[in-house]
């Protein structure tokens, strides 16, 4: 079955970088919209950035604008969130998302991994 795995959370203090990865498996890779959103305690999952299916284009939440950059591997199947000058609220667990292209019904979510940015 379907399967997006990421990787790359932890613990980073303000100002620090860390990047996430997120591998899928078992889907046609360059069919689908790969996203990241993420999920603070006490607040709704939001999105964070967005890549298209062939990564001509993206777009970013007003908050990480600037400070994050979303890139994709279609040859590793794998979608990338860098993410630097991280900021105390940026702290959320962060979770891949990839939606087919066309039938925009069709998503899979990844388990989440964790970011805190904390000194």
């Known amino acids: 079955q379907v399967q997006l795995v990421e990787s790359g959370g932890g613990l980073v203090q303000p100002g620090g970088s860390l990047r996430l990865s997120c591998a899928a498996s078992a889907l046609t890779f360059s069919w689908y919209t790969m996203s990241w959103y993420r999920q603070a305690p006490g607040k709704e999952r939001e999105l964070v950035a967005s890549?298209?299916?062939?990564?001509?284009?993206?777009n970013y939440a007003d908050s990480v604008e600037g400070r994050f950059t979303i890139s994709r591997d279609d040859a590793r199947n794998t979608v990338y969130l860098q993410m630097n000058s991280l900021k105390s609220e940026d702290t959320a667990v962060y979770y891949c998302n990839a939606r087919n292209r066309i039938w925009r019904q069709i998503e899979y979510w990844g388990q989440g991994t964790q970011v805190t940015v904390s000194s």
């Open positions: 890549i298209n299916s062939n990564g001509g284009s993206t």
